[in-house]
């Protein structure tokens, strides 16, 4: 059954050697699909809780006695289908180093600061164009164990849930230029062609004056075009 394959010309492979937890947990057999049923098609994505009025402002979210440390940023960017169709009214979540490259996580003890105003942590609903926005801090890189010397690149996680569960995409955004990308192999483990779409963009329309500087971040769910899974 062909059903919703995954397009191994844009995605990555689960086996990716240079990335070593991929040599753990890549299916050692081959996958069985199976049929998705009605409710999966048709049922909600995910609860109603309500979106909280800085959830989307990570620059706010968490703080306990003064601002964030770091560079303000605004990430923003239309969600839509293979056909250029908006993604109206679905969940995005991000999470994200701070700006000295540490999670508020037991499992982070990178050696590096934790920021008593900064969670990491956001989301959001898209409009009825498909457009979101987020208010963070740039995310700084950090050691990761993986080779010797092995430094993440600059990078927000992104999870999507789209329109339907099947839908749901969980990638990485990166920044224009970070020299660390060529070094990275969970970056490189995306198929050379379609790294680009990996990549915001830097945008001078989306900058606010005197306050942050803003990246462009579109995202194509499902189809041809499809943005990468990480
Ligand atoms: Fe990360």
Redo the contacts with the bound molecule.
């Keep these: 059954m062909k059903q919703n394959s995954r397009d191994w010309d844009v995605h990555p492979p689960y086996l990716y050697p240079d990335y070593k937890s991929t040599v753990l947990r890549a299916p050692a057999k081959p996958l069985i699909p199976i049929r998705h049923s009605l409710s999966e098609l048709t049922g909600p994505v995910y609860g109603h809780e309500v979106i909280g009025k800085y959830d989307n402002d990570l620059t706010k979210n968490a703080i306990t006695n003064g601002e964030p440390v770091g560079e303000r940023i605004i990430v923003a960017g239309k969600v839509t289908d293979e056909k250029g169709q908006p993604i109206k009214r679905t969940l995005i979540e991000i999470w ?2 701070n700006a000295a490259g540490r ?1 508020v996580h037991k499992v982070d003890q990178h050696e590096a600061p934790l920021d008593p105003n900064f969670f990491g942590g956001g989301r959001c609903l898209t409009d009825d164009e498909g457009n979101y926005r987020f208010y963070t801090i740039k995310p700084g890189a950090y050691p990761w164990g993986n080779h010797p010397n092995a430094w ?1 690149p600059n ?1 927000i ?1 992104f999870s999507l849930f789209g329109n339907q569960i099947i839908s749901r995409l969980v990638t ?1 955004m990166y920044f224009p230029g970070d020299p660390l990308l060529f070094y990275d192999p969970v970056f490189k483990s995306v198929p050379e062609k379609y790294r680009h779409l990996l990549i915001s963009k830097f945008s001078l329309d989306l900058t606010e004056e005197s306050f942050a500087l803003g990246y462009e971040f579109n995202i194509v769910l499902r189809g041809k075009n499809e943005t990468p899974f990480e």
């Design positions: 994200q180093a999670y993440r990078h996680h990485q």
